[in-house]
């Protein structure tokens, strides 16, 4: 936006990807937590110290958000119960700050119909705006027949869905010994896999208002939907448009913050369809100042950097609120 009559744009600084968690949400069969959760556990279940250094990165805003898979014990979904329960907290933390915390909810998209209703629930009775589903289940990945009602309903609805990171089975404990980095490697891989699938599948041409977001460890799927290209000119199973093109209806954060990688994906999907996130607390928080030094060396004007530092993430949310009024 711009203030008063003053020659620069003015960035709310909205982090769509990072987390929070209330300790009554881990029972007693799910307390192996994982190496990086336990570093990041009282800074992650504790909100008003998150709000306090997000004020002194000078950040405005962040997006909750709880994937089932950081909650659930390894190897089970979360009772229908619990996501509710999730839900509904993060419905309670929007509302008591307002303009600081926006809210995705937490949805099983594995659930078939169920999850679709959940999606609804904490869409127009709730009023949060987006829905945060993992990219896996253990063999499943997001184009199995039983996904698609939450994309659908999500659609509808015109909310986004951030497609979060697993850690996989065997791959993760292989990559393990390159540290937090080989584990991420892991997690994005399987990332983009799955949305590799869903582009293989068409679901854009059957749901074209469809907004799925996915953080920038699953990058190589802009890489390799390019790749297939070839495969679909010799029509192994694609359908739909050509996935070099559907592609471009990705949005894609910023977990990193690498100008490189950055520069990659902007010239892929241009910087209508980048979102600052970071991950925190699981990866560290990046201050405003780093943000806009780095956003300056990418050849950007003001306006695309005013939508990359926020401006994006409000208009996702935007077409919710929109959708909801009709």
Not at 232 to 249: H, I, M, S, V
Request: with cysteine; glycine share 8%; charged share 20%.
């Amino acid at each position: 936006m711009w203030k008063g009559d003053e020659k620069h744009m003015v960035s709310r600084l909205i982090d769509f990807h990072s987390h929070y968690c209330d300790p009554a949400w881990y029972t007693s069969a799910s307390t192996q937590l994982p190496a990086a959760l336990t570093r990041a556990w009282p800074l992650l279940t504790d909100i008003e110290a998150q709000l306090a250094m997000l004020d002194t990165a000078a950040i405005e805003t962040k997006v909750l958000s709880a994937p089932a898979s950081m909650i659930a014990a390894p190897g089970q979904s979360l009772p229908h119960s619990m996501i509710e329960r999730i839900n509904d907290r993060f419905a309670e933390l929007v509302a008591h700050y307002p303009g600081r915390l926006l809210g995705l909810a937490t949805i099983d998209a594995f659930q078939g119909d169920h999850a679709a209703h959940e999606v609804t629930r904490a869409i127009k009775t709730l009023g949060l705006g987006g829905i945060c589903v993992d990219c896996a289940q253990g063999d499943r990945f997001l184009d199995v027949p039983e996904a698609l009602p939450t994309f659908e309903t999500a659609a509808a609805l015109g909310v986004p869905v951030f497609v979060h990171p697993v850690s996989p089975v065997g791959l993760t404990e292989r990559y393990a010994p390159l540290g937090h980095t080989g584990v991420l490697l892991a997690r994005g891989t399987e990332n983009a896999v799955s949305l590799l699938a869903l582009l293989r599948c068409g679901i854009f041409d059957t749901l074209p208002e469809l907004n799925i977001v996915f953080p920038m460890i699953g990058a190589s799927a802009l890489l390799f939907a390019g790749v297939a290209d070839l495969e679909y000119e010799r029509d192994e199973g694609w359908q739909g448009t050509r996935p070099g093109q559907a592609r471009k209806q990705f949005f894609i954060d910023t977990m990193g913050f690498d100008s490189a990688a950055l520069r990659f994906a902007i010239d892929v999907l241009g910087p209508e369809h980048i979102l600052l996130g970071s991950d925190w607390p699981i990866m560290p928080l990046t201050a405003r100042q780093h943000i806009e030094a780095t956003l300056a060396t990418l050849a950007l004007n003001e306006e695309q950097q005013a939508l990359i530092s926020g401006g994006n993430t409000e208009r996702l949310f935007a077409r919710a609120t929109s959708k909801e009024r009709t």
